[in-house]
């Protein structure tokens, strides 16, 4: 506060000092010309129009003086309020909350204009942003997410009667997958029931329906977890022609799938086989009315040669881990990565030796759509 007061009276004692000096100028003109009067035998008038002369030109450099040193300190003090506001409002949520919606998201781009300085890039940061301001309802983020996928060349016994497995025509697939997801919302409709839904696509169309969410088909949408179950069209039509008991014991005894929500193991309820995919619906005894849930899929399946294994990150997602195992002798691997984290994508992110991929990126929140890809193909 003193230092506030100290620019309010510097302001206030700015023009009193300014006709202080011209006063004093004035009275030494008058002193000198006196003098040269006195001394050369200037007349009365030749004194005056002289004094006045010089008194333009004085009253002149002071105005200007006051002008500018005004201008330059109001300024001054212009910049540095808007900065202690602009700091007040940043530290302290509160106050913003009572501006209006409009005004807090003006503020935010002026905020991100200040620091980003290309305007492409600003549309960019603000576009991807829309989502968090204008659909807080489908909003949610991951906290953890840690995806551990292990490939064998050998299909368990059970396998034996589907269609293309003892024609060597698939490697084996073992997934465990835990993450914790927080909807910004307060709750979501596919984990808003006691029932959970997980699916399997056919082919990579109703995947990415899946994955984004579209309206393509309502099932996989309401899947909390999709995968591309990549098998051959002999094998889908197997199972289309099982009955729906048949098609359950099928996919339990294959698929041997394991979904807990909140530390709560679901029961396998029903499995539909659909255009795209199969779904599979389990009761799950948890709190649905919670806003954060931790989720943990385990599963085994087939899945063809000389395929691709795609892990996306659909949400924003801190401190992605992601572990590959394979079997460098008996496949080749090769990974893609398309994480958002520039260098870091293929740089100092992961480590790949002896049959093992492992991608961790720390302290980071990674945004979608983010991911890797790994091309599988069988050796010789």
Same mark, same amino acid.
């Given at each position: 506060?003193?230092?506030?007061?100290?620019?309010?009276?510097?302001?206030?004692?700015?023009?009193?000092?300014?006709?202080?000096? &011209?006063?004093?100028?004035?009275?030494?003109?008058?002193?000198?010309?006196?003098?040269?009067?006195?001394?050369?035998?200037?007349?009365?008038?030749?004194?005056?129009?002289? &004094? $006045?002369?010089?008194?333009?030109?004085?009253?002149?450099?002071?105005?200007?003086?006051?002008?500018l040193y005004n201008k330059l300190t109001q300024d001054g003090y212009a910049r540095e309020t808007s900065q202690q506001i602009t700091k007040t409002l940043m530290g302290d949520p509160e106050i913003l909350d009572a501006f209006s919606e409009e005004d807090k998201q003006?503020?935010?781009?002026? %905020?991100?204009?200040?620091?980003?300085?290309?305007?492409?890039?600003?549309?960019?940061?603000?576009?991807?942003?829309?989502?968090?301001?204008?659909?807080?309802? +489908?909003?949610?983020?991951?906290?953890?997410?840690?995806?551990?996928? %292990?490939?064998?060349?050998?299909?368990?016994?059970?396998?034996?009667?589907?269609?293309?497995?003892?024609? !060597?025509?698939?490697?084996?697939?073992?997934?465990? +997958?835990?993450?914790?997801?927080?909807?910004?919302?307060?709750?979501?409709?596919?984990?808003?029931?006691?029932?959970?839904?997980?699916?399997?696509?056919? !082919?990579?169309?109703?995947?990415?329906?899946?994955?984004?969410?579209?309206?393509?088909?309502?099932?996989?949408?309401?899947?909390?977890?999709?995968?591309?179950?990549?098998?051959?069209?002999? =094998?889908?039509?197997?199972?289309?022609?099982?009955?729906?008991?048949?098609?359950?014991?099928?996919?339990?005894?294959?698929?041997?799938?394991?979904?807990? $929500?909140?530390?709560?193991?679901?029961?396998?309820?029903?499995?539909?086989?659909? !255009?795209?995919?199969?779904? =599979? %619906?389990?009761?799950?005894?948890?709190?649905?009315?919670?806003?954060?849930?931790? #989720?943990?899929?385990?599963?085994?399946?087939?899945? +063809?040669?000389?395929?691709?294994?795609?892990?996306?990150?659909?949400?924003? %997602?801190k401190e992605p881990k992601i572990t590959f195992d394979y079997m460098p002798g008996k496949m080749d691997v090769t990974m893609f990565s398309y994480l958002n984290k520039g260098d870091e994508s293929n740089e100092g992110a992961y480590e790949q030796q002896n049959g093992?991929?492992?991608?961790?990126?720390?302290?980071?929140? #990674?945004?979608?759509?983010?991911?890797?890809?790994?091309?599988?193909?069988?050796?010789?």
């Amino acid at each position: 506060m003193k230092k506030d007061d100290q620019k309010r009276t510097s302001r206030i004692s700015t023009i009193p000092a300014t006709v202080i000096l &011209i006063l004093t100028a004035l009275l030494l003109v008058f002193v000198g010309y006196m003098y040269l009067t006195l001394k050369n035998g200037y007349t009365f008038d030749e004194l005056v129009g002289n &004094i $006045v002369g010089n008194l333009i030109g004085v009253l002149a450099a002071f105005l200007l003086f006051d002008i500018l040193y005004n201008k330059l300190t109001q300024d001054g003090y212009a910049r540095e309020t808007s900065q202690q506001i602009t700091k007040t409002l940043m530290g302290d949520p509160e106050i913003l909350d009572a501006f209006s919606e409009e005004d807090k998201q003006a503020f935010l781009v002026s %905020t991100i204009q200040s620091i980003v300085k290309d305007e492409d890039a600003v549309d960019m940061m603000v576009g991807n942003m829309d989502k968090y301001f204008h659909n807080m309802k +489908l909003a949610r983020i991951r906290k953890s997410f840690h995806y551990t996928i %292990t490939l064998t060349t050998e299909l368990p016994v059970e396998y034996d009667e589907f269609p293309g497995a003892k024609e !060597d025509m698939y490697f084996y697939v073992q997934e465990n +997958l835990n993450y914790e997801v927080k909807y910004l919302s307060g709750s979501d409709v596919n984990l808003s029931t006691n029932e959970v839904k997980i699916g399997f696509s056919f !082919d990579k169309r109703s995947l990415d329906a899946g994955l984004m969410e579209s309206d393509k088909d309502q099932e996989f949408s309401k899947c909390i977890f999709n995968e591309n179950l990549d098998i051959t069209k002999e =094998a889908v039509d197997y199972l289309r022609t099982l009955s729906e008991d048949r098609l359950k014991h099928v996919f339990d005894n294959l698929f041997t799938a394991v979904l807990k $929500v909140d530390g709560q193991q679901g029961i396998l309820d029903r499995v539909d086989v659909r !255009d795209g995919g199969i779904v =599979a %619906t389990y009761k799950v005894n948890y709190e649905t009315n919670r806003s954060e849930h931790s #989720i943990r899929v385990i599963f085994h399946m087939p899945k +063809l040669w000389d395929s691709i294994f795609e892990v996306t990150l659909v949400d924003p %997602t801190k401190e992605p881990k992601i572990t590959f195992d394979y079997m460098p002798g008996k496949m080749d691997v090769t990974m893609f990565s398309y994480l958002n984290k520039g260098d870091e994508s293929n740089e100092g992110a992961y480590e790949q030796q002896n049959g093992l991929y492992d991608i961790a990126i720390k302290g980071e929140w #990674i945004y979608p759509k983010s991911g890797i890809v790994f091309s599988v193909k069988k050796k010789g």
